[in-house]
């Protein structure tokens, strides 16, 4: 399972309009991750400062139709429900690969992976990698580098084990601005893709569970949520309350 920390206020967003809304990695609140692996590259090849920001700027056109979807693999994490939200919603991947398929049509590729926090892990990774490119004869491949760019993370956030589904659409008509409400806490104008949630299988619940976290009065929060869900057909969505009450 796959959990998606995020506000009820959203969550009642996501259920009245049936899809995710994915983030351009170069929209995120948090500017320098984007530039993380930039960084890191440039310290390797000892790059000057009007070279470095020269590959931000052609990074920032290469990652335009690459976006992004947060995840953790933690039910339960006390750092993510007061960092990002009041509640979690439990995704099986199986379901989200079917919902990804159903919308094959738009999508050049997709992937989920697990963020790298280990900055010495990191560094042998962009050695590796251009050691592979002056073999090749090539400079750094910009796809490869914006595959770098969204999973290099600081250490500074390992705590957040975060997961995610990366997504390159093969085209931007279906790309739209606007505030992009995962969060609403850090809400801001940003380019999003939104992922349905359908696929081809017409009885897929396109989520498994909601657990709410230490904010909540459950009994109360739990009758009102119920009710959301029976109103959207969604009466097998499991409704928990967080373990370190």
Request: charged letters at 25%.
């Given at each position: 399972m796959l959990y998606h920390y995020t506000n009820i206020s959203v969550l009642y967003k996501i259920l009245e309009s049936r899809r995710l809304r994915l983030t351009n990695i170069d929209c995120?609140?948090?500017t320098f991750e984007f530039k993380h692996a930039i960084s890191m590259l440039?310290?390797?090849?000892?790059?000057p400062l009007s070279m470095e920001k020269h590959l931000i700027s052609?990074?920032?056109?290469?990652?335009?139709?690459?976006?992004?979807?947060?995840?953790?693999?933690?039910?339960?994490?006390?750092?993510?429900f007061q960092r990002y939200g009041d509640l979690n919603i439990g995704f099986h991947k199986r379901d989200l690969l079917a919902m990804l398929a159903y919308q094959a049509s738009f999508i050049q590729s997709y992937r989920f992976i697990e963020c790298n926090y280990d900055e010495l892990n990191q560094q042998e990774i962009i050695k590796d990698a251009v050691k592979q490119w002056e073999q090749e004869g090539n400079f750094i491949p910009g796809y490869?580098?914006?595959?770098?760019?969204?999973?290099?993370?600081?250490?500074?956030?390992?705590?957040?084990n975060e997961t995610r589904l990366i997504?390159?659409?093969?085209?931007s008509n279906r790309i739209m601005t606007g505030e992009n409400n995962a969060n609403e806490r850090s809400s801001r104008?940003?380019?999003?893709?939104?992922?349905?949630?359908r696929s081809?299988?017409?009885?897929?619940?396109p989520f498994r569970s909601i657990t709410l976290g230490?904010?909540?009065?459950?009994?109360?929060?739990?009758?009102?949520?119920?009710?959301?869900?029976?109103?959207?057909?969604?009466?097998?969505?499991?409704?928990?309350?967080?373990?370190f009450r």
């Amino acid at each position: 399972m796959l959990y998606h920390y995020t506000n009820i206020s959203v969550l009642y967003k996501i259920l009245e309009s049936r899809r995710l809304r994915l983030t351009n990695i170069d929209c995120f609140k948090d500017t320098f991750e984007f530039k993380h692996a930039i960084s890191m590259l440039s310290k390797e090849l000892s790059l000057p400062l009007s070279m470095e920001k020269h590959l931000i700027s052609e990074l920032k056109q290469l990652s335009r139709l690459i976006y992004v979807f947060c995840f953790c693999k933690e039910k339960d994490k006390e750092y993510l429900f007061q960092r990002y939200g009041d509640l979690n919603i439990g995704f099986h991947k199986r379901d989200l690969l079917a919902m990804l398929a159903y919308q094959a049509s738009f999508i050049q590729s997709y992937r989920f992976i697990e963020c790298n926090y280990d900055e010495l892990n990191q560094q042998e990774i962009i050695k590796d990698a251009v050691k592979q490119w002056e073999q090749e004869g090539n400079f750094i491949p910009g796809y490869k580098l914006c595959l770098l760019a969204t999973h290099f993370k600081s250490s500074a956030y390992k705590e957040e084990n975060e997961t995610r589904l990366i997504v390159q659409l093969n085209k931007s008509n279906r790309i739209m601005t606007g505030e992009n409400n995962a969060n609403e806490r850090s809400s801001r104008i940003s380019n999003f893709w939104e992922l349905r949630l359908r696929s081809f299988h017409t009885d897929l619940v396109p989520f498994r569970s909601i657990t709410l976290g230490p904010k909540f009065k459950y009994q109360d929060t739990v009758c009102k949520l119920q009710d959301e869900l029976n109103t959207h057909g969604l009466e097998s969505v499991e409704i928990n309350s967080t373990l370190f009450r």
